[in-house]
């Protein structure tokens, strides 16, 4: 599999706002998932979108995704202290089965 | 969904020995994948450890430092063999659920924090 570029690599915003991150690819893909880390432990995952889907939603996620630009973004809204964490993207392609992953998106949510 | 206990949470180890860290799954499980996350960097996968065939290995990484095993469906240890500092990392046990081509869902272990001194 491929791994996606996040971006930007960190961000900062104020509890209530919306926070949104990028996803980059190179070459095509089945799906693409995304991923919250937590202070170092395990990933979890959040949500996965398919290649023929253009947007998904989960509770207070929003992820889109753009084949035509290879690239998908991950919106929180009203975000909480508790998003602070690290979110990863991971394209995955057809014919792999392992997940690689970014360099992420550190989110701090400030009370 | 999947439950993973991985053990140790955290060691700290001296420099020359190796370490075990063992990862028990609920439930049968075909993929499982260890990564390791060095101090303020994203994961990096070490092999992947499906049942009934050898671990495959990425690039940098090679058995006789990381061996795998894989005995059943549920179970799977990773061994740091002859540990220096540069190993010091938070590894991670991982396994796959899916339907289609490869993992449509990765289920994490809680990690193991080793230090090496």
């Known amino acids: 599999s491929q791994q996606g570029e996040e971006d930007p690599q960190a961000l900062s915003i104020q509890e209530g706002e919306n926070a949104t991150m990028n996803c980059s690819y190179k070459?095509?893909?089945?799906?693409l998932q995304w991923y919250r880390q937590n202070s170092g432990r395990g990933l979890v995952h959040l949500i996965l979108?398919?290649?023929?889907?253009r947007e998904k939603h989960s509770g207070r996620l929003r992820v889109t995704l753009d084949t035509s630009k290879k690239s998908s973004s991950l919106l929180i809204t009203a975000s909480r202290a508790a998003d602070t964490a690290s979110y990863f993207c991971?394209?995955?392609?057809?014919?792999?089965?392992?997940?690689?992953f970014g360099a992420g998106t550190r989110l701090a949510v400030h009370p | 969904s999947a439950v993973i206990s991985q053990k140790p949470s955290r060691d700290i180890c001296q420099r020359g020995t190796s370490l075990t860290i063992q990862c028990q799954v609920d439930?049968?499980?075909?993929?499982m994948f260890w990564y390791r996350q060095q101090p303020g960097q994203s994961l990096t996968l070490i092999a992947t450890?499906?049942?009934?065939?050898?671990?495959?290995?990425e690039s940098g990484f090679v058995i006789d430092k990381f061996p795998i095993s894989r005995p059943n469906l549920t179970f799977s240890t990773l061994t740091v063999s002859n540990m220096s500092p540069e190993d010091s990392s938070i590894y991670l046990c991982?396994?796959?659920?899916?339907?289609?081509?490869?993992?449509?869902?990765?289920?994490f272990g809680s990690g193991t924090q080793l230090s090496v001194l």
């Open positions: 070459t095509s893909i089945n799906n």
């Open positions: 991971a394209p995955v392609s057809g014919g792999y089965n392992k997940l690689i």
């Open positions: 450890a499906n049942q009934g065939s050898e671990a495959t290995y």
């Open positions: 991982s396994v796959g659920a899916g339907l289609g081509e490869g993992p449509e869902k990765l289920f």
């Open positions: 439930s049968q499980v075909t993929m």
């Open positions: 979108i398919r290649s023929n889907e």
